[in-house]
T-cell receptor, first 112, second 113 residues
Framework: SQQGEEDPQALSIQEGENATMNCSYKTSINNLQWYRQNSGRGLVHLILIRSNEREKHSGRLRVTLDTSKKSSSLLITASRAADTASYFCATDLNSGYSTLTFGKGTMLLVSP | EAQVTQNPRYLITVTGKKLTVTCSQNMNHEYMSWYRQDPGLGLRQIYY???????DKGDVPEGYKVSRKEKRNFPLILESPSPNQTSLYFCASSPTGLGEKLFFGSGTQLSVL
């Protein structure tokens, strides 16, 4: 069953601009993860944030988590054309063992 | 190099002809999983395995079979493929399946005519 819901579905920006994607979910989680997918290829893990964390950084990526609002955001700063990809959030439900559930993704287009 | 290897990358078949998509990982991971990806529906889990000889249904298991006879391999079997199984399939693995990041294969694009 779908748990995470990304917003927007598609985002188009210019190189150098920041890109923000949001993810909302419905039930309590152990952690939330963000993945990137280049066209038709396998997903690549970007960052994992645990339910007791509020913010995490990795290079040009910044992820926030608000468990009271059941939402997360992924910020890519100073975007590059190579950031063009689909981005997915995945939630690890608080269910005893892992069933990682993916959202439908945000398609990001960064134009030179 | 640590990786998840899926084969084939592309597969075209006809309705009812049994097929197997192979998946192998070289990281000694206990957890392996199969997903299908369809436009507008995102990734949906088909089956997963927490360890050798232990498999469980995901969200969309109908029409699929899996086996986990060895830790490294987790083949996906379509006994009688139908056109609604046309999709992009991904195998993934993680060390224990307890909330860590997943390592994905490159995908198998399956078309059932």
């Amino acid at each position: 069953s779908q748990q995470g819901e990304e917003d927007p579905q598609a985002l188009s920006i210019q190189e150098g601009e920041n890109a923000t994607m949001n993810c909302s979910y419905k039930t309590s989680i152990n952690n939330l993860q963000w993945y990137r997918q280049n066209s038709g290829r396998g997903l690549v893990h970007l960052i994992l944030i645990r339910s007791n964390e509020r913010e995490k950084h990795s290079g040009r990526l910044r992820v926030t988590l608000d468990t009271s609002k059941k939402s997360s955001s992924l910020l890519i700063t100073a975007s590059r054309a190579a950031d063009t990809a689909s981005y997915f959030c995945a939630t690890d439900l608080n269910s005893g063992y892992s069933t990682l559930t993916f959202g439908k993704g945000t398609m990001l287009l960064v134009s030179p | 190099e640590a990786q998840v290897t899926q084969n084939p990358r592309y597969l075209i078949t006809v309705t009812g002809k049994k097929l197997t998509v192979t998946c192998s990982q070289n990281m000694n991971h206990e957890y392996m999983s199969w997903y299908r990806q369809d436009p507008g529906l995102g990734l949906r889990q088909i089956y997963y395995s927490m360890n050798v000889e232990v498999t469980d249904k995901g969200d969309v298991p109908e029409g699929y079979k899996v086996s986990r006879k060895e830790k490294r391999n987790f083949p996906l079997i379509l006994e009688s493929p139908s056109p609604n199984q046309t999709s992009l399939y991904f195998c993934a693995s993680s060390p224990t399946g307890l909330g860590e990041k997943l390592f994905f294969g490159s995908g198998t694009q399956l078309s059932v005519l």
